[in-house]
Each structure stands twice: as C-alpha cells, then as structure tokens.
Nanobody, 127 residues
Framework: QVKLVDSGGGSAQAGGSLTLSCVASGFTSSTNCMGWFRQVPGKERERVAHIVVGGDGSTYYAPAVAGRFTISQEDARDTVSLEMHNLKPEDTAMYYC???????????????????WGQGTQVTVSS
C-alpha cells in the first residue's frame, strides 16, 4: 500500500513563492506517478501537477498553474517537490499529494481513479 507524507505550504503574499514536498513509500513498481491536487471548501478536488518518477520524468500541469508552478523529482527516491511562484489568491487551497503505483503517463486519465492520498497541507495566499 502506497503511503504519502506531504509537507510545506503555509502563507504567502500574492506574487510570492512556496514549496511543497511529498515523500512516498510502498511502491511495488519502479515507475510511478506522483503529484498534487488541491481543493477549496465546497468545490471538487482539482489537478495541479503530476510527474513520472523512476521513468522519463515527464510532467503534466493544469492550465491554471502552467508557467508558475514546477514539479520535480528530488535526489531522494520517491520524493517530489512542487515549487509555486507568482502565487495568486486563487491558489489558496488544501493541497494533497497523490500517487499511482505503476504509472508511466502523468496526464489525467483513469489510472488516477484509485490513487493514494497524502494528508494535505494548507496553502493560503493573501492579496
């Protein structure tokens, strides 16, 4: 069973930066997908960014964050970070790390239906 521990987040002013980190354990495959979703109260959880770890490192970014956020794999195995720059108040949300065991495609798709979840970390951006 994949377990995820996400951290980072906090508060920032609009235009500022924050970094999230996620450590995974329990993968059975050497190539997997990891990433983040975010959710605000009363709305559905939405994708933010995904990356293939242990594979070609390909990435996916939601249009709302493309060009401002960067997801990358750290040197430590099964650890990814999300650098968030030029933050906007609309980025305020609970951010959840997610992972799919045995995944080669970071794009949205049915392979994300049963993904594992981290406990979530709050990001608050003030104007």
């Amino acid at each position: 069973q994949v377990k995820l521990v996400d951290s980072g987040g906090g508060s920032a002013q609009a235009g500022g930066s924050l970094t999230l980190s996620c450590v995974a354990s329990g993968f059975t495959s050497s190539t997997n997908c990891m990433g983040w979703f975010r959710q605000v109260p009363g709305k559905e959880r939405e994708r933010v960014a995904h990356i293939v770890v242990g594979g070609d490192g390909s990435t996916y970014y939601a249009p709302a964050v493309a060009g401002r956020f960067t997801i990358s794999q750290e040197d430590a195995r099964d650890t990814v970070s999300l650098e968030m720059h030029n933050l906007k108040p609309e980025d305020t949300a609970m951010y959840y790390c997610a992972a799919v065991d045995g995944c080669y495609n970071p794009e949205p798709g049915p392979w994300w239906i049963d993904n594992a979840w981290g406990q979530g970390t709050q990001v608050t951006v003030s104007s």
